[in-house]
Protein backbone atom coordinates (compact mmCIF):
# COMPACT_ATOMS: atom_id res chain seq x y z
CA UNK A 1 0.00 0.00 0.00
CA UNK A 2 1.48 3.32 -1.20
CA UNK A 3 2.57 5.89 1.74
CA UNK A 4 -0.06 8.85 2.11
CA UNK A 5 2.14 10.95 3.67
CA UNK A 6 5.52 12.22 2.55
CA UNK A 7 6.99 14.18 5.08
CA UNK A 8 9.86 13.43 8.00
CA UNK A 9 9.81 14.02 11.66
CA UNK A 10 12.43 16.31 11.24
CA UNK A 11 10.22 19.00 9.26
CA UNK A 12 6.79 18.28 11.71
CA UNK A 13 9.46 18.69 15.02
CA UNK A 14 11.00 21.58 13.49
CA UNK A 15 7.60 22.88 12.64
CA UNK A 16 5.91 22.29 15.94
CA UNK A 17 9.00 23.88 17.37
CA UNK A 18 8.57 27.18 15.78
CA UNK A 19 4.65 27.12 16.43
CA UNK A 20 5.44 26.21 20.26
CA UNK A 21 8.11 28.07 21.39
CA UNK A 22 7.39 29.40 24.89
CA UNK A 23 4.86 25.99 25.50
CA UNK A 24 6.58 23.40 27.73
CA UNK A 25 7.95 19.92 25.74
CA UNK A 26 9.62 17.61 28.40
CA UNK A 27 9.45 17.58 32.07
CA UNK A 28 11.43 15.33 34.79
CA UNK A 29 11.19 15.03 38.25
CA UNK A 30 14.00 17.58 39.73
CA UNK A 31 14.63 19.57 36.92
CA UNK A 32 12.97 22.85 35.66
CA UNK A 33 11.21 21.77 32.43
CA UNK A 34 12.24 22.45 28.73
CA UNK A 35 10.59 24.85 26.73
CA UNK A 36 10.05 24.07 22.94
CA UNK A 37 12.04 26.95 21.73
CA UNK A 38 15.14 25.05 24.21
CA UNK A 39 14.10 21.89 22.84
CA UNK A 40 15.03 23.03 19.29
CA UNK A 41 18.10 24.62 20.31
CA UNK A 42 19.23 21.42 22.47
CA UNK A 43 17.80 18.93 18.80
CA UNK A 44 20.57 21.42 16.83
CA UNK A 45 23.13 21.05 19.07
CA UNK A 46 23.27 17.40 18.67
CA UNK A 47 22.86 17.39 15.27
CA UNK A 48 25.87 19.61 15.37
CA UNK A 49 27.92 17.47 17.53
CA UNK A 50 27.03 14.21 15.58
CA UNK A 51 27.79 15.75 12.27
CA UNK A 52 31.61 16.89 13.40
CA UNK A 53 32.14 13.30 15.04
CA UNK A 54 31.42 12.35 11.13
CA UNK A 55 27.89 11.09 11.86
CA UNK A 56 25.40 12.31 9.42
CA UNK A 57 22.19 11.37 7.42
CA UNK A 58 22.69 7.26 6.92
CA UNK A 59 24.57 6.69 10.00
CA UNK A 60 23.16 4.03 12.15
CA UNK A 61 23.24 5.31 15.58
CA UNK A 62 22.02 2.53 18.61
CA UNK A 63 20.95 4.61 22.29
CA UNK A 64 20.94 2.51 25.19
CA UNK A 65 20.56 4.88 28.00
CA UNK A 66 18.34 4.43 31.68
CA UNK A 67 14.98 6.08 31.38
CA UNK A 68 14.97 9.83 31.73
CA UNK A 69 14.52 12.95 29.49
CA UNK A 70 17.65 12.24 28.01
CA UNK A 71 16.75 8.84 26.35
CA UNK A 72 14.27 11.07 24.55
CA UNK A 73 15.83 13.79 23.70
CA UNK A 74 18.23 11.91 22.32
CA UNK A 75 15.82 9.28 20.63
CA UNK A 76 14.11 12.78 19.05
CA UNK A 77 18.11 14.11 17.59
CA UNK A 78 18.71 11.09 16.49
CA UNK A 79 16.01 10.18 14.48
CA UNK A 80 15.73 13.66 13.23
CA UNK A 81 18.50 13.79 11.65
CA UNK A 82 20.04 10.41 11.19
CA UNK A 83 19.11 6.44 11.80
CA UNK A 84 18.21 6.21 15.46
CA UNK A 85 18.17 1.91 16.78
CA UNK A 86 17.10 2.23 20.64
CA UNK A 87 18.59 -0.77 22.55
CA UNK A 88 17.23 -1.96 25.94
CA UNK A 89 20.39 -1.27 28.11
CA UNK A 90 19.24 -4.12 30.71
CA UNK A 91 19.78 -7.29 27.85
CA UNK A 92 22.71 -9.41 28.39
CA UNK A 93 26.10 -8.67 26.67
CA UNK A 94 26.01 -11.17 24.08
CA UNK A 95 22.59 -10.46 23.00
CA UNK A 96 23.69 -6.86 22.30
CA UNK A 97 26.73 -7.85 20.55
CA UNK A 98 24.31 -9.79 18.12
CA UNK A 99 22.21 -6.52 17.74
CA UNK A 100 25.04 -4.42 16.93
CA UNK A 101 25.95 -6.72 13.58
CA UNK A 102 22.70 -6.99 12.68
CA UNK A 103 21.77 -3.81 12.65
CA UNK A 104 25.05 -2.65 11.24
CA UNK A 105 25.28 0.01 13.92
CA UNK A 106 28.09 2.80 13.63
CA UNK A 107 28.55 4.00 17.00
CA UNK A 108 26.31 3.55 20.42
CA UNK A 109 25.48 6.24 22.50
CA UNK A 110 25.55 5.54 26.38
CA UNK A 111 25.77 6.90 29.85
CA UNK A 112 29.46 9.28 30.94
CA UNK A 113 31.23 6.54 32.73
CA UNK A 114 29.31 3.46 32.24
CA UNK A 115 30.66 0.38 32.36
CA UNK A 116 27.40 -1.33 31.31
CA UNK A 117 26.47 -4.80 29.33
CA UNK A 118 25.99 -2.36 26.11
CA UNK A 119 29.36 -1.15 26.34
CA UNK A 120 31.01 -4.38 26.86
CA UNK A 121 29.25 -5.03 23.60
CA UNK A 122 30.46 -2.47 21.50
CA UNK A 123 33.38 -3.01 22.71
CA UNK A 124 33.34 -6.22 21.76
CA UNK A 125 31.90 -5.79 18.36
CA UNK A 126 34.41 -2.68 17.36
CA UNK A 127 31.40 -0.18 17.86
CA UNK A 128 32.78 3.88 18.17
CA UNK A 129 31.12 4.88 21.55
CA UNK A 130 29.52 8.22 21.95
CA UNK A 131 29.10 9.30 25.59
CA UNK A 132 26.56 11.91 27.02
CA UNK A 133 26.77 13.87 29.61
CA UNK A 134 24.10 15.10 31.70
CA UNK A 135 24.07 18.18 34.41
CA UNK A 136 21.95 17.21 37.46
CA UNK A 137 20.83 20.98 37.45
CA UNK A 138 20.29 21.49 33.51
CA UNK A 139 16.52 21.85 32.42
CA UNK A 140 15.18 18.62 31.43
CA UNK A 141 16.65 16.93 28.33
CA UNK A 142 19.76 18.86 28.34
CA UNK A 143 23.50 17.20 27.61
CA UNK A 144 26.36 17.07 25.74
CA UNK A 145 28.02 14.87 23.71
CA UNK A 146 31.07 13.32 23.29
CA UNK A 147 32.34 10.81 20.62
CA UNK A 148 35.49 8.60 22.08
CA UNK A 149 36.74 7.85 18.29
CA UNK A 150 35.56 10.58 15.98
CA UNK A 151 35.53 10.22 12.35
CA UNK A 152 35.95 13.09 9.38
CA UNK A 153 33.19 15.98 9.94
CA UNK A 154 30.19 15.34 7.39
CA UNK A 155 27.52 18.10 6.11
CA UNK A 156 24.65 18.21 7.63
CA UNK A 157 21.82 17.15 5.28
CA UNK A 158 18.05 16.52 6.38
CA UNK A 159 16.77 12.96 5.85
CA UNK A 160 14.31 11.96 3.05
CA UNK A 161 10.79 10.75 3.09
CA UNK A 162 12.33 7.39 2.36
CA UNK A 163 14.96 7.00 4.76
CA UNK A 164 15.07 4.76 7.62
CA UNK A 165 14.17 6.61 10.78
CA UNK A 166 14.00 3.83 13.38
CA UNK A 167 15.46 0.35 13.62
CA UNK A 168 13.86 -2.13 15.78
CA UNK A 169 14.03 -5.54 16.51
CA UNK A 170 11.91 -8.74 17.01
CA UNK A 171 12.82 -12.12 17.44
CA UNK A 172 11.04 -15.35 15.95
CA UNK A 173 10.64 -18.87 17.64
CA UNK A 174 14.41 -19.25 16.83
CA UNK A 175 15.19 -16.72 18.86
CA UNK A 176 17.05 -14.97 15.75
CA UNK A 177 16.59 -11.17 15.64
CA UNK A 178 15.04 -9.43 12.92
CA UNK A 179 15.66 -6.34 11.87
CA UNK A 180 12.86 -3.97 11.13
CA UNK A 181 13.53 -0.59 9.33
CA UNK A 182 11.00 2.21 9.94
CA UNK A 183 11.03 4.82 6.85
CA UNK A 184 11.03 8.07 8.26
CA UNK A 185 7.54 8.58 5.93
CA UNK A 186 5.90 5.52 8.27
CA UNK A 187 7.36 6.88 11.43
CA UNK A 188 5.17 10.28 10.58
CA UNK A 189 2.42 8.21 9.76
CA UNK A 190 2.33 6.06 12.77
CA UNK A 191 2.36 9.71 14.79
CA UNK A 192 -0.20 11.47 13.26
CA UNK A 193 -2.39 8.39 13.23
CA UNK A 194 -1.68 8.35 17.37
CA UNK A 195 -2.63 11.81 17.22
CA UNK A 196 -5.73 11.57 15.28
CA UNK A 197 -7.19 8.19 17.01
CA UNK A 198 -5.90 9.17 20.46
CA UNK A 199 -7.49 12.99 19.96
CA UNK A 200 -4.35 14.59 21.28
CA UNK A 201 -4.29 18.59 21.10
CA UNK A 202 -1.71 21.06 23.07
CA UNK A 203 -3.38 20.38 26.66
CA UNK A 204 -2.12 16.81 26.45
CA UNK A 205 0.65 15.92 28.45
CA UNK A 206 1.81 11.83 28.18
CA UNK A 207 3.60 9.86 31.23
CA UNK A 208 6.22 7.93 29.56
CA UNK A 209 5.70 4.56 31.00
CA UNK A 210 5.97 2.35 28.21
CA UNK A 211 9.96 1.82 27.78
CA UNK A 212 11.14 3.80 24.36
CA UNK A 213 14.01 1.02 23.64
CA UNK A 214 10.51 -0.13 21.98
CA UNK A 215 9.04 1.29 18.58
CA UNK A 216 6.34 1.18 20.14
CA UNK A 217 7.16 3.39 22.95
CA UNK A 218 8.63 6.15 20.64
CA UNK A 219 5.82 6.00 18.03
CA UNK A 220 3.07 5.87 20.70
CA UNK A 221 3.61 8.12 23.60
CA UNK A 222 7.04 10.22 22.72
CA UNK A 223 6.35 11.84 18.91
CA UNK A 224 2.34 11.99 18.65
CA UNK A 225 2.33 15.13 22.42
CA UNK A 226 5.34 17.13 20.81
CA UNK A 227 3.73 17.40 16.75
CA UNK A 228 0.72 19.11 18.49
CA UNK A 229 2.22 21.27 20.91
CA UNK A 230 1.70 19.14 23.99
CA UNK A 231 3.92 17.80 26.10
CA UNK A 232 5.58 14.14 27.86
CA UNK A 233 7.08 13.44 31.15
CA UNK A 234 9.83 11.49 31.27
CA UNK A 235 10.59 9.52 35.22
CA UNK A 236 13.22 8.19 35.27
CA UNK A 237 11.98 5.55 37.82
CA UNK A 238 8.95 3.46 36.60
CA UNK A 239 8.19 2.34 40.31
CA UNK A 240 4.49 2.46 41.39
CA UNK A 241 5.14 4.26 44.20
CA UNK A 242 6.51 7.25 41.74
CA UNK A 243 4.61 6.80 39.13
CA UNK A 244 1.63 7.60 41.63
CA UNK A 245 3.37 10.72 42.96
CA UNK A 246 3.79 11.64 38.58
CA UNK A 247 0.06 11.57 38.46
CA UNK A 248 -0.19 14.15 41.40
CA UNK A 249 3.38 16.30 40.57
CA UNK A 250 3.09 16.47 36.77
CA UNK A 251 -0.89 16.32 36.25
CA UNK A 252 -0.32 14.12 32.91
CA UNK A 253 -3.68 13.75 30.88
CA UNK A 254 -2.73 9.73 29.66
CA UNK A 255 -0.53 7.31 30.36
CA UNK A 256 0.60 3.85 28.47
CA UNK A 257 1.66 0.71 30.81
CA UNK A 258 1.33 -3.07 30.82
CA UNK A 259 -1.27 -4.69 32.63
CA UNK A 260 1.35 -5.55 35.26
CA UNK A 261 1.96 -2.24 36.14
CA UNK A 262 -1.63 -1.04 36.18
CA UNK A 263 -1.83 -3.66 39.23
CA UNK A 264 0.97 -2.20 41.08
CA UNK A 265 -0.32 1.20 40.82
CA UNK A 266 -3.91 0.00 41.34
CA UNK A 267 -2.07 -1.85 44.74
CA UNK A 268 -0.26 2.10 45.38
CA UNK A 269 -3.76 3.52 45.03
CA UNK A 270 -5.07 1.16 47.59
CA UNK A 271 -2.77 1.45 50.25
CA UNK A 272 -2.82 5.48 50.23
CA UNK A 273 -4.94 7.27 52.95
CA UNK A 274 -6.22 9.46 50.79
CA UNK A 275 -7.50 9.35 47.20
CA UNK A 276 -5.05 10.12 45.10
CA UNK A 277 -5.57 13.20 42.98
CA UNK A 278 -4.77 12.99 38.56
CA UNK A 279 -5.53 14.97 35.80
CA UNK A 280 -5.95 11.58 33.35
CA UNK A 281 -8.61 11.38 30.63
CA UNK A 282 -7.67 7.73 29.93
CA UNK A 283 -5.51 5.27 30.51
CA UNK A 284 -4.28 2.93 27.64
CA UNK A 285 -2.92 -0.91 28.67
CA UNK A 286 -0.76 -2.31 26.14
CA UNK A 287 1.54 -5.55 25.58
CA UNK A 288 -1.10 -8.56 26.93
CA UNK A 289 -4.42 -9.49 27.97
CA UNK A 290 -6.27 -7.76 30.73
CA UNK A 291 -8.59 -9.54 32.90
CA UNK A 292 -11.97 -7.93 32.79
CA UNK A 293 -12.50 -7.52 36.68
CA UNK A 294 -9.62 -5.45 36.93
CA UNK A 295 -10.09 -3.39 33.60
CA UNK A 296 -13.22 -2.40 35.75
CA UNK A 297 -10.97 -1.93 39.48
CA UNK A 298 -8.91 0.31 37.53
CA UNK A 299 -11.63 2.52 35.80
CA UNK A 300 -13.39 2.49 39.39
CA UNK A 301 -10.43 3.54 40.93
CA UNK A 302 -8.89 6.29 38.18
CA UNK A 303 -12.45 6.93 37.45
CA UNK A 304 -10.87 7.57 33.92
CA UNK A 305 -11.93 4.97 30.51
CA UNK A 306 -9.10 1.96 30.37
CA UNK A 307 -8.35 1.64 26.85
CA UNK A 308 -6.77 -1.77 25.54
CA UNK A 309 -4.48 -1.55 22.68
CA UNK A 310 -3.21 -4.41 20.42
CA UNK A 311 -0.24 -3.62 18.23
CA UNK A 312 3.46 -5.38 17.39
CA UNK A 313 6.86 -4.05 16.78
CA UNK A 314 6.47 -4.48 12.77
CA UNK A 315 3.04 -2.87 12.47
CA UNK A 316 2.00 0.03 14.73
CA UNK A 317 -1.12 -0.16 16.55
CA UNK A 318 -3.33 -2.79 14.94
CA UNK A 319 -6.33 -2.30 17.22
CA UNK A 320 -7.77 -0.52 20.31
CA UNK A 321 -10.94 -0.29 21.85
CA UNK A 322 -13.40 2.28 21.19
CA UNK A 323 -13.68 5.45 23.83
CA UNK A 324 -16.85 5.77 25.78
CA UNK A 325 -19.97 5.67 25.66
CA UNK A 326 -19.00 2.76 23.29
CA UNK A 327 -18.17 0.13 25.02
CA UNK A 328 -15.62 -3.34 23.27
CA UNK A 329 -17.19 -6.30 23.19
CA UNK A 330 -15.74 -8.56 26.53
CA UNK A 331 -13.16 -10.00 25.01
CA UNK A 332 -12.19 -8.29 22.54
CA UNK A 333 -9.09 -5.98 22.05
CA UNK A 334 -10.75 -3.39 19.75
CA UNK A 335 -11.24 -2.43 16.33
CA UNK A 336 -9.03 -1.77 13.44
CA UNK A 337 -6.87 1.79 13.65
CA UNK A 338 -6.20 3.26 10.31
CA UNK A 339 -5.36 -0.13 9.44
CA UNK A 340 -7.26 -3.37 7.28
CA UNK A 341 -7.50 -6.50 9.16
CA UNK A 342 -8.40 -9.76 8.30
CA UNK A 343 -8.14 -13.32 9.29
CA UNK A 344 -6.17 -16.01 7.06
CA UNK A 345 -8.23 -19.65 6.86
CA UNK A 346 -6.42 -22.71 6.70
CA UNK A 347 -6.86 -22.63 2.52
CA UNK A 348 -4.76 -19.59 2.67
CA UNK A 349 -7.93 -17.46 1.54
CA UNK A 350 -9.69 -14.42 3.77
CA UNK A 351 -11.91 -16.38 6.02
CA UNK A 352 -15.55 -15.48 6.94
CA UNK A 353 -16.27 -12.88 9.96
CA UNK A 354 -16.27 -14.98 12.72
CA UNK A 355 -14.06 -17.69 11.53
CA UNK A 356 -10.76 -18.38 13.84
CA UNK A 357 -7.86 -17.85 11.84
CA UNK A 358 -4.04 -16.23 11.58
CA UNK A 359 -4.84 -12.44 12.31
CA UNK A 360 -3.54 -10.42 9.31
CA UNK A 361 -3.02 -6.59 8.88
CA UNK A 362 -1.68 -4.05 5.85
CA UNK A 363 -1.92 -0.26 6.06
CA UNK A 364 0.50 2.94 5.56
CA UNK A 365 1.99 2.49 9.20
CA UNK A 366 3.01 -1.77 8.90
CA UNK A 367 6.82 -1.61 7.86
CA UNK A 368 7.59 -3.01 4.19
CA UNK A 369 10.08 -6.16 5.40
CA UNK A 370 12.93 -7.41 7.35
CA UNK A 371 16.37 -6.20 7.05
CA UNK A 372 18.56 -8.33 4.90
CA UNK A 373 16.05 -11.36 5.32
CA UNK A 374 14.27 -12.24 1.68
CA UNK A 375 13.17 -15.32 3.22
CA UNK A 376 11.84 -13.88 6.62
CA UNK A 377 9.84 -11.29 4.61
CA UNK A 378 8.09 -13.70 1.70
CA UNK A 379 7.15 -15.93 5.28
CA UNK A 380 6.02 -12.77 6.80
CA UNK A 381 3.63 -11.03 4.02
CA UNK A 382 0.21 -12.98 2.22
CA UNK A 383 -0.37 -11.02 -1.17
CA UNK A 384 0.14 -7.89 0.30
CA UNK A 385 -0.65 -8.77 4.05
CA UNK A 386 1.23 -9.17 6.75
CA UNK A 387 1.12 -12.02 8.71
CA UNK A 388 0.99 -11.09 12.59
CA UNK A 389 1.29 -14.92 13.87
CA UNK A 390 -1.73 -14.29 16.41
CA UNK A 391 -5.02 -16.81 15.90
CA UNK A 392 -8.02 -14.54 16.06
CA UNK A 393 -11.37 -13.47 14.91
CA UNK A 394 -12.95 -10.49 13.71
CA UNK A 395 -17.10 -10.50 14.63
CA UNK A 396 -19.71 -9.07 12.73
CA UNK A 397 -19.29 -5.62 14.17
CA UNK A 398 -15.32 -5.27 13.46
CA UNK A 399 -14.08 -6.41 16.94
CA UNK A 400 -10.75 -8.31 17.17
CA UNK A 401 -10.42 -11.24 19.24
CA UNK A 402 -7.45 -13.20 20.29
CA UNK A 403 -7.33 -17.12 20.66
CA UNK A 404 -3.63 -17.94 20.87
CA UNK A 405 -0.74 -17.50 19.08
CA UNK A 406 0.77 -19.67 15.85
CA UNK A 407 4.18 -18.76 16.98
CA UNK A 408 5.27 -20.19 20.57
CA UNK A 409 6.80 -16.63 21.61
CA UNK A 410 6.19 -16.06 25.20
CA UNK A 411 4.99 -12.73 25.84
CA UNK A 412 5.72 -11.92 29.56
CA UNK A 413 4.10 -8.75 30.28
CA UNK A 414 5.20 -7.09 26.99
CA UNK A 415 8.46 -9.23 26.91
CA UNK A 416 9.20 -11.24 23.78
CA UNK A 417 11.12 -14.54 25.03
CA UNK A 418 11.93 -17.09 22.26
CA UNK A 419 11.99 -20.47 24.55
CA UNK A 420 15.13 -21.42 22.07
CA UNK A 421 16.93 -19.09 24.03
CA UNK A 422 16.42 -19.94 27.17
CA UNK A 423 16.52 -23.66 26.40
CA UNK A 424 20.13 -22.90 24.99
CA UNK A 425 21.01 -21.54 28.35
CA UNK A 426 19.75 -24.05 30.55
CA UNK A 427 21.91 -26.65 27.93
CA UNK A 428 24.89 -25.01 28.74
CA UNK A 429 24.81 -26.45 32.46
CA UNK A 430 26.90 -29.60 32.06
CA UNK A 431 24.40 -31.73 34.36
CA UNK A 432 21.30 -30.98 31.94
CA UNK A 433 20.44 -33.58 28.88
CA UNK A 434 17.27 -32.35 28.04
CA UNK A 435 15.27 -28.80 28.27
CA UNK A 436 12.34 -27.19 27.54
CA UNK A 437 10.72 -24.21 27.73
CA UNK A 438 6.93 -23.38 27.93
CA UNK A 439 4.38 -20.84 29.06
CA UNK A 440 2.13 -20.56 31.81
CA UNK A 441 -0.63 -18.44 32.74
CA UNK A 442 0.10 -15.38 34.96
CA UNK A 443 -2.49 -13.25 36.70
CA UNK A 444 -0.68 -9.98 36.08
CA UNK A 445 1.87 -11.02 33.23
CA UNK A 446 -0.64 -13.00 31.04
CA UNK A 447 1.74 -15.48 31.13
CA UNK A 448 5.05 -16.88 32.47
CA UNK A 449 7.84 -18.68 31.73
CA UNK A 450 8.35 -22.27 32.56
CA UNK A 451 11.36 -25.03 32.21
CA UNK A 452 11.34 -28.52 32.48
CA UNK A 453 14.49 -30.34 32.05
CA UNK A 454 16.41 -33.82 32.24
CA UNK A 455 19.28 -34.19 34.10
CA UNK A 456 22.07 -37.08 33.63
CA UNK A 457 21.64 -40.03 36.05
CA UNK A 458 25.52 -39.20 37.44
CA UNK A 459 24.47 -35.75 38.18
CA UNK A 460 22.27 -33.80 40.67
CA UNK A 461 21.35 -30.56 40.77
CA UNK A 462 19.49 -27.76 43.10
CA UNK A 463 17.07 -25.10 41.63
CA UNK A 464 19.52 -22.44 43.22
CA UNK A 465 22.82 -23.62 41.54
CA UNK A 466 20.34 -23.60 38.13
CA UNK A 467 18.61 -20.32 38.63
CA UNK A 468 22.50 -18.77 39.75
CA UNK A 469 23.60 -20.45 36.08
CA UNK A 470 20.73 -19.21 34.32
CA UNK A 471 21.27 -15.35 36.20
CA UNK A 472 24.45 -15.10 34.28
CA UNK A 473 23.54 -15.70 30.84
CA UNK A 474 19.63 -14.02 30.58
CA UNK A 475 18.21 -11.03 31.30
CA UNK A 476 16.19 -10.81 34.41
CA UNK A 477 12.52 -10.81 32.17
CA UNK A 478 14.13 -14.09 30.56
CA UNK A 479 14.57 -16.16 34.04
CA UNK A 480 11.98 -19.26 34.08
CA UNK A 481 9.59 -18.64 37.07
CA UNK A 482 9.58 -22.61 37.57
CA UNK A 483 11.89 -25.38 36.82
CA UNK A 484 10.66 -28.74 37.31
CA UNK A 485 13.22 -31.63 36.95
CA UNK A 486 11.42 -34.62 34.36
CA UNK A 487 12.95 -37.73 33.66
CA UNK A 488 12.08 -37.82 29.79
CA UNK A 489 10.42 -34.52 27.90
CA UNK A 490 7.30 -35.39 26.28
CA UNK A 491 7.22 -35.61 22.42
CA UNK A 492 4.57 -35.83 19.78
CA UNK A 493 4.80 -38.16 16.74
CA UNK A 494 7.36 -36.21 14.79
CA UNK A 495 9.86 -36.05 18.17
CA UNK A 496 9.13 -32.52 18.85
CA UNK A 497 8.99 -31.34 22.66
CA UNK A 498 5.02 -31.27 23.41
CA UNK A 499 5.03 -27.86 24.86
CA UNK A 500 1.44 -27.92 25.16
CA UNK A 501 1.49 -31.41 27.06
CA UNK A 502 4.17 -29.63 29.61
CA UNK A 503 1.92 -27.22 30.76
CA UNK A 504 -1.14 -29.16 30.78
CA UNK A 505 0.60 -31.75 33.19
CA UNK A 506 1.65 -28.57 35.41
CA UNK A 507 -1.58 -27.31 35.45
CA UNK A 508 -2.71 -30.04 36.16
CA UNK A 509 -0.73 -30.51 39.67
CA UNK A 510 -2.59 -31.13 42.82
CA UNK A 511 -1.50 -27.86 45.10
CA UNK A 512 0.37 -29.52 47.93
CA UNK A 513 -1.57 -28.47 51.69
CA UNK A 514 -0.43 -25.48 52.80
CA UNK A 515 2.96 -25.69 55.09
CA UNK A 516 2.62 -23.12 57.27
CA UNK A 517 5.93 -21.02 58.67
CA UNK A 518 8.37 -22.60 61.22
CA UNK A 519 10.27 -20.05 62.50
CA UNK A 520 10.12 -15.98 63.11
CA UNK A 521 11.97 -15.35 60.08
CA UNK A 522 9.96 -16.89 57.57
CA UNK A 523 6.85 -15.75 59.70
CA UNK A 524 7.93 -12.57 59.05
CA UNK A 525 8.72 -13.28 54.72
CA UNK A 526 5.35 -14.60 54.67
CA UNK A 527 3.34 -11.86 55.87
CA UNK A 528 5.29 -9.66 53.34
CA UNK A 529 4.64 -11.90 50.72
CA UNK A 530 1.03 -12.09 52.03
CA UNK A 531 0.78 -8.22 52.03
CA UNK A 532 2.01 -7.86 48.68
CA UNK A 533 0.20 -10.50 47.10
CA UNK A 534 -2.90 -9.56 48.75
CA UNK A 535 -3.60 -13.29 49.97
CA UNK A 536 -3.20 -14.34 53.41
CA UNK A 537 -2.69 -18.13 52.42
CA UNK A 538 0.95 -17.78 52.15
CA UNK A 539 2.77 -21.22 53.00
CA UNK A 540 6.50 -21.66 53.67
CA UNK A 541 7.23 -23.77 50.50
CA UNK A 542 5.49 -21.19 48.12
CA UNK A 543 7.06 -19.62 45.40
CA UNK A 544 6.31 -16.00 45.13
CA UNK A 545 6.22 -15.93 41.39
CA UNK A 546 3.91 -18.59 40.84
CA UNK A 547 1.69 -17.15 43.39
CA UNK A 548 1.20 -13.93 41.28
CA UNK A 549 4.38 -12.09 41.80
CA UNK A 550 6.56 -10.21 39.11
CA UNK A 551 9.23 -8.01 39.25
CA UNK A 552 7.41 -4.74 40.24
CA UNK A 553 5.87 -6.67 43.40
CA UNK A 554 9.08 -8.16 44.07
CA UNK A 555 10.71 -4.78 43.70
CA UNK A 556 7.59 -3.85 46.81
CA UNK A 557 8.97 -7.16 48.41
CA UNK A 558 12.56 -5.69 48.72
CA UNK A 559 11.14 -2.62 49.85
CA UNK A 560 9.06 -3.90 52.93
CA UNK A 561 11.98 -6.17 54.06
CA UNK A 562 14.52 -2.61 53.95
CA UNK A 563 11.85 -0.61 55.88
CA UNK A 564 11.44 -3.79 58.76
CA UNK A 565 14.93 -4.85 58.65
CA UNK A 566 17.70 -2.24 57.37
CA UNK A 567 18.61 -4.74 54.82
CA UNK A 568 19.27 -3.90 51.45
CA UNK A 569 18.70 -6.66 48.46
CA UNK A 570 18.91 -6.84 45.27
CA UNK A 571 16.19 -8.63 43.22
CA UNK A 572 18.00 -11.69 42.33
CA UNK A 573 17.99 -12.89 45.52
CA UNK A 574 14.24 -13.30 45.05
CA UNK A 575 14.60 -14.88 42.29
CA UNK A 576 16.71 -17.14 43.20
CA UNK A 577 14.76 -18.55 46.22
CA UNK A 578 11.57 -17.41 45.58
CA UNK A 579 9.78 -19.56 48.51
CA UNK A 580 9.04 -18.27 51.69
CA UNK A 581 11.66 -20.39 53.61
CA UNK A 582 14.06 -19.85 51.20
CA UNK A 583 14.05 -16.65 51.00
CA UNK A 584 13.99 -16.25 54.67
CA UNK A 585 16.86 -17.94 55.50
CA UNK A 586 18.82 -15.98 53.17
CA UNK A 587 17.40 -13.00 55.26
CA UNK A 588 18.16 -14.12 58.19
CA UNK A 589 21.88 -14.80 57.33
CA UNK A 590 21.88 -11.30 55.86
CA UNK A 591 20.92 -10.28 59.29
CA UNK A 592 23.64 -11.92 61.36
CA UNK A 593 25.92 -10.02 59.86
CA UNK A 594 25.00 -6.74 60.11
CA UNK A 595 28.85 -5.59 58.48
CA UNK A 596 28.44 -7.34 55.51
CA UNK A 597 27.08 -5.30 52.43
CA UNK A 598 24.04 -7.32 51.96
CA UNK A 599 23.18 -4.99 49.17
CA UNK A 600 26.13 -6.51 47.25
CA UNK A 601 24.81 -10.17 47.39
CA UNK A 602 23.14 -11.34 44.94
CA UNK A 603 23.53 -15.29 46.39
Not at 47 to 60: E, H, I, N, P
Not at 204 to 219: A, E, N, Q
Request: hydrophobic share 40%; net charge negative.
Amino acid sequence: MPIRYAGTLAQLLDASIQAHANRLAVLAPGRPPLTYAKLGHQLDAVARTLADAGYGRRSRLAVALPAGPEFAVVVLAVCRTAVCAPLNPQLEQETLAGLLRAMRIDALIVAEGEDSPAVRAAHQTGVALVRLKAAPCSDAGVFTLVAERPRASVVLEPPAPEDIALLGHTSGTTGTPKIVPYEQCRAVEAALNRVASGQLGESDRILLVTPLYSLGGIRRTLLPPLLVGGSIVCPVSHDAKALVDHLQEHSPTEFMASPAMLLALLDEFGRRESRAQHALRRIYSTFSELPAHVRDRLETEFGVPIVLTYGMTETGNIAQTPFPPERAPPGSVGRAVKKEVAVVGTEGQIARRDSEGEILVRGTEVFGGYENDAESTRKAFLDGWFRTGDLGRIDGDGFVFLVGRVKDIINRGGDKIAPSEVESALMQHPAVRDAAVFSLPHPTLGEDVAAAIVVGNEHWISEREMRSHLRRRLAPFKMPTRIIVMDALPRNQLGKVDRAALAKGVEEESPPDMEAPQEEWEVRVARIFSAVLADPHIGRQDNFFERGGDSLRGMRVLASIEEAFGLKVRLELLFDNPTVAAFAGEISALARRPNDMAESSGH
